[in-house]
Structure formats: C-alpha cells, structure tokens
C-alpha cells in the first residue's frame, strides 16, 4: 500500500478522524489565527477540549470576509475505506459584542481531493457554533443554494482538507471526519452527531 505522509492524521477501525485543531500547528496558526487557553465563554458547556482552541481574529468586527486564502491550514487526514464521510467541528460563536445570529459563525473549508461534486473543491463556509457554549457544527452554505450537512465521497488513501478564516472570533476546537451509511440524502438531511466530544483522537 503507498506509504502514509508523516503528519498525517489516521482513521480509526470504526472509519473515524478526529483530531484537535491546534494539532494543525500547535500554538503558532497562521495569522490571523491565534491560539487561546482560556474563555471563550464561562458555564457548563465552555470547556474547550484538549490544551486549547484557534479563533480568527481576521476581518473587521462583526462582519465577514469573502477572502478564501486568510489564514490558511493544510490537514492530511487518512480514508481506509472508499465510501461516504460526515464532516464536522466543534465551535463557538462569539456574541459578546451584540452581532447578529449569522455572525461570527463560520470558517472556510475545501477537500480537494473528494470525488465529490467541484463545488466541494474550493473553499465553502461551514456555519454555526453555540452562543454559550461549544457545540458541533456539520452543515454547509454554498451561495446561498444550500444549508445541508457536509456529506462527501472519498476513495481509499491520503485526502486534503483546508481551512481558512471568514468571520472576526469564529473559534474552531476539534475536528471529527466519520464514516455514514446510507446514501448522499439522508446523510445530508441527518441530525447532528452526537458523542463526538468522548470519541478518541
């Protein structure tokens, strides 16, 4: 089989990925991404997971950038078996400065190596995040044509992801890429995993 790149992150027997965000670049993200270890909000629920999280400090206060190359992050993330994948995050929206619902709630990611449709090719926000809280976060908006989960087809071996900065305080803790059954439609009109914060990196 061809040799795994080092770095890559590896797909567990029940066809998981799952890996904290600052295991991209440890505590040095691309600017406009900072690491942090404390906050984002107090309460039950606020804990972020692992030693920290990333939140972009890029675009201006409460609004957004239609940039795709801000803050870029490569991940090479391994598919042992071809077939349909979910992608989700664990993220918080920042509301303390009075934005509105759809602000400061997404990032950009693109997996150029799906065999799924172009669209999926180049960068296309993920939206969401709790106000209060953390929470995970699967579903997509490509010019406005669609809110569904972001549900992709891979064949077997070493894929891409890449994730950069959209909206000013997005925060971004852990990343899950898991295996579905069933076909594309009920994939993407499924409910939001659940578990995920106790399954293992």
Same mark, same amino acid.
């Given at each position: 089989?061809?040799?795994?790149?080092?770095?890559?992150?590896?797909?567990?027997?029940?066809?998981?990925?799952?890996?904290? /965000?600052?295991?991209?670049?440890?505590?040095?993200?691309?600017?406009?991404?900072?690491?942090? @270890?404390?906050?984002?909000?107090? +309460?039950? +629920?606020?804990?972020?997971? +692992?030693?920290?999280?990333?939140?972009?400090?890029?675009?201006?206060?409460?609004?957004?950038?239609?940039?795709?190359?801000?803050?870029?992050?490569?991940?090479?993330?391994?598919?042992?078996?071809?077939?349909?994948?979910?992608?989700?995050?664990?993220?918080?929206?920042?509301?303390?400065?009075?934005?509105?619902?759809?602000?400061?709630?997404?990032?950009?990611?693109?997996?150029?190596?799906?065999?799924?449709?172009?669209?999926?090719?180049?960068?296309?926000?993920?939206?969401?995040?709790?106000?209060?809280?953390?929470?995970?976060?699967?579903?997509?908006?490509?010019?406005?044509?669609?809110?569904?989960?972001?549900?992709?087809?891979? @064949?077997?071996?070493?894929?891409?992801?890449?994730?950069? +900065?959209?909206?000013?305080?997005?925060? /971004?803790?852990?990343?899950?890429?898991?295996?579905?059954?069933?076909?594309?439609?009920?994939?993407?009109?499924?409910?939001?995993?659940?578990?995920?914060?106790?399954?293992?990196?």
């Amino acid at each position: 089989s061809p040799e795994i790149p080092s770095g890559t992150f590896l797909m567990d027997d029940d066809g998981w990925v799952v890996f904290d /965000i600052e295991e991209i670049a440890g505590t040095t993200p691309p600017d406009p991404w900072i690491f942090r @270890n404390e906050g984002p909000c107090d +309460g039950e +629920g606020c804990d972020f997971l +692992g030693t920290g999280y990333y939140q972009f400090l890029g675009a201006s206060e409460c609004s957004q950038t239609h940039d795709t190359d801000v803050g870029v992050m490569e991940v090479l993330f391994q598919v042992r078996e071809a077939g349909l994948y979910r992608f989700a995050w664990r993220n918080h929206r920042d509301h303390s400065g009075g934005c509105g619902d759809d602000r400061n709630n997404d990032s950009f990611v693109a997996f150029p190596t799906t065999i799924s449709k172009e669209h999926f090719h180049d960068p296309f926000k993920v939206f969401g995040g709790g106000h209060d809280d953390f929470d995970w976060t699967c579903s997509y908006d490509i010019h406005d044509l669609s809110k569904e989960r972001v549900c992709l087809e891979f @064949n077997s071996g070493v894929h891409r992801l890449v994730i950069s +900065g959209r909206s000013n305080q997005h925060v /971004i803790d852990r990343i899950a890429i898991g295996r579905v059954d069933g076909d594309l439609e009920s994939c993407r009109a499924g409910s939001v995993i659940r578990g995920l914060d106790d399954r293992p990196l």
